[in-house]
C-alpha cells in the first residue's frame, strides 16, 4: 500500500501480505545469483518462509529498527532495498539491497539507494549512513561509489559466508555532504493532494499540533485527545500504533492534504480468523465538507478487502454523529442496527448505529 515514489520507473513499496508468492519467487530465481554475497537466500525454503520474514520486517518497522522494502521497476517485483537503523540516538544507519540478475545494468540499484538515502537524511534527519559490501563484491561497491559515498576503510575478515572469511569495504555519508534535499514519505496517494501514511515517529509534531489545535471541537466525538496534552503523549500514542502495524492486527493512517496533517483513518483492529475489521476515522473541522474523509475511507476499504484479504468491515457511529454516519451510508454501508448505549465518549454514553461492508458487495459495488 505505501509507496516511496523513486522515479517514473521505480518505486519502493513497504512489505505486504498480498505479493508473498511473487516475492518468494523472485528470490527463488535468483538464489544462485544472490547467494554470490549473502547465504540469507538459503533460509527461504517455501512461501511459508517468506510470509515469517514479512512478519519480521514489520516488527522491524514497529521499532524503528529497519525500514524494508520492495523494489518496483516499470510494474514489475525486482529486488529490495532496505535502512537498517543501527542507533537511533546518534543517527547511524546502513542501506542494503539486492536485485534481480535479470535486471541488472539499467540503474535501479543505484536510483533506489539514493532514495533510501533521501528517505534517511531528509525524512528521519539521520547523522551517518553506510554502505558495506564484501570487498571483491565490485557492483555492489561501484553503487556506494556512484552516489558520492566516500571510502571509510576495510572491515578485516567481518564477513563468515560458508566457511569462508571476507572484508568489507565500507563507504559512508554524512548528512552535511549529502546534496539532495527531496524530502518525499512513504504513502499512499488517494487523489492529487491526499495521501495516507503509516504513522511514524517522525510524525509526531504534524499530530500533536492538528490535536492540540482543534480538542475543543474534536472532543465531542474522541475524548482521546484528551489523552495528547504533551508531545510524550503523542509518542507514547504513536508507539503504540506502530505495535499494531508490527503484530500485523490493525493499521492506523494519518492524512495529510498539501501536506498538511488533518486526520486518521484506521483499522483499529482486525481478525484474520474471521477476516473481519473495525474501522474508525476523525478528520479536523477546517477540512471537513470538502470529502476528504469519503475519499480516505474508500482507500482504506480497498486495502482491506484487496490486500488483507477481509471478509467483513464494522463501522460503528454515535446515533448523534450524522457527518460520520453518512460516511458509511454514502460509501454502500448496510445499516445492521443500534447498540443501545454502545459508546462511552466523556461521562455519557450514546446510542450507536451498526455498519458493516461485505467484500461481495464492495466489489458489486466497484465492478
Not at 537503523?85 to 540503474?107: M, P
Not at 472532543?219 to 482521546?224: E, H, I, M, P
Not at 483499522?267 to 484474520?272: K, R
Request: hydrophobic share 40%.
Amino acid at each position: 500500500m505505501f509507496v516511496l515514489p523513486v522515479d517514473d520507473e521505480i518505486e519502493l513499496r513497504l512489505h505486504d501480505m498480498h505479493n508473498i508468492e511473487r516475492f518468494y519467487s523472485l528470490i527463488d530465481r535468483n538464489r544462485d545469483f544472490i547467494g554470490q554475497w549473502m547465504e540469507w537466500a538459503e533460509n527461504y525454503k517455501s512461501v511459508d518462509d517468506a510470509y515469517q520474514y514479512i512478519l519480521w520486517v514489520r516488527e522491524q518497522f514497529a521499532q524503528s529498527e529497519q525500514i524494508a522494502t520492495q523494489i518496483y521497476y516499470k510494474g514489475e517485483m525486482v529486488g529490495s532495498v532496505a535502512l537498517t537503523i543501527h542507533d537511533s540516538v546518534s543517527g547511524f544507519a546502513e542501506v542494503g539491497y539486492w536485485l534481480d540478475e535479470a535486471y541488472t545494468g539499467n540503474g535501479i540499484i543505484t536510483r533506489s539507494a539514493h532514495a533510501m538515502t533521501n528517505y534517511a537524511f531528509n525524512i528521519l534527519k539521520l547523522h551517518k549512513v553506510i554502505i558495506r559490501a564484501i570487498s571483491d563484491n565490485t557492483p555492489s561497491i561501484a553503487v556506494a561509489k556512484r552516489l558520492g559515498y566516500q571510502f571509510q576503510g576495510l572491515q578485516i575478515q567481518q564477513r563468515l559466508l560458508r566457511g569462508t572469511y571476507y572484508d568489507y569495504s565500507v563507504h559512508y555519508m554524512l548528512r552535511n555532504m549529502w546534496t539532495d534535499t527531496t524530502s518525499c514519505d512513504f504513502q499512499y496517494r488517494v487523489t492529487d493532494n491526499i495521501v495516507l501514511r503509516p504513522i511514524m515517529k517522525h510524525h509526531i509534531q504534524d499530530i500533536f499540533k492538528t490535536v492540540d489545535s482543534h480538542r475543543n471541537q474534536l472532543r465531542q466525538w474522541v475524548d482521546w485527545v484528551d489523552g495528547h496534552h504533551t508531545l510524550d503523549d503523542t509518542k507514547n500514542y504513536i508507539v503504540y500504533s506502530l505495535q499494531h502495524y508490527g503484530d500485523y492486527d490493525g493499521l492506523d493512517c494519518g492524512i495529510w492534504v498539501d501536506d498538511v496533517f488533518v486526520g486518521q483513518v484506521n483499522f483499529n483492529s482486525w481478525s484474520l480468523r474471521n477476516y473481519k475489521a473495525d474501522l474508525g476515522y476523525w478528520l479536523a473541522p477546517p477540512f471537513r465538507g470538502r470529502g476528504i474523509m469519503t475519499h480516505a475511507v474508500r482507500a482504506m476499504i480497498k486495502y482491506g478487502f484487496e490486500v488483507v484479504g477481509l471478509h467483513r468491515i464494522e463501522l460503528l457511529c454515535a446515533l448523534e454523529n450524522e457527518k460520520s454516519c453518512a460516511i458509511a451510508e454514502r460509501l454502500g454501508f448496510t445499516h445492521e442496527g443500534i447498540m443501545q448505549r454502545g459508546e462511552r465518549i466523556g461521562n455519557q454514553y450514546y446510542d450507536v448505529n451498526v455498519y458493516a461492508l461485505l467484500k461481495l458487495d464492495w466489489q458489486s459495488q466497484t465492478l
